[in-house]
């Protein structure tokens, strides 16, 4: 309806391009525009001023001889004043940012090993980019952004690297776990020692009560039973103790018991046999 009234209406963020008898004549911006078609004057086509992506996925092999596969995203557009020379002197876009982006990846991914490219990614976009941004200025169009968004490696050597990383991971942990294995160890031996050394001293405590409480003892059953010495009060401490000592074997169902000799009369050699061996250690000493 618009070209039977030699009008027409170009949208925002797009220009349109005029020829008058096949010529190039004029670029038109978003409007209203009379075209007198009658003159010769005819619209031969839109252009678009927004931002366009493309992603471009390029096989290619590294340093270390592991085929990649980089994937690169190339955000560009169309420039107003060079609208003529984007509409005009490039006929696939897509095609020619796909061949520069291939040229750029293939020359220099397979000058670095694998784990460099993964490190280099950004100074790989920034050459893809600066490539781009000359070739395509002579076209109309600006690149606005290139950004490498993945590497993907062979299955196989995605796999491999997967496994080196967990076992890398496994070996940390065995480590740590040695460690805290050592120091418990050591904790658990600090604890025994500990109370080894307490136990002794408990034990060294209640000889030494034993040994004042006998002393009493004699001292006093010598002053309140006249005519007895320190040597008879020790007989017979030492008949009480070897009864007793017989009556706990008794006792015990399940004990290890050594048999001496266990009638009355051996009593006075048992106690003889004891002092006797006080009598050669205090003398050693």
Known sequence: MGNLF?????????????????????????????????????????????????????ETKTKDNVFVTVVASVQYRALANQASDTFYKLSNTEGQIQAYVFDVIRASVPRLDLDDVFEQKNEIAKAVEGELEKAMSTYGYEIVQTLIVDIEPDVHVKRAMNEINAAARLRVAANEKAEAGKILQIKRAEGEAESKYLAGLGIARQRQAIVDGLRDSVLGFSENVPGTSAKDVMDMVLVTQYFDTMKDIGAASKSSAVFIPHGPGAVRDVASQIREGLLQASSVS
């Open 6 to 58: 030699c009008c027409v209406q170009v949208d925002q963020s797009t220009v349109a391009v005029k020829e008058r008898f096949g010529k190039f004549d004029d670029v038109l911006q978003p409007g209203c525009h009379c075209l007198p078609w009658i003159l010769g004057s005819r619209l031969v086509g839109h252009l678009s001023l927004r931002v366009q992506q493309l992603d471009v996925r390029c």
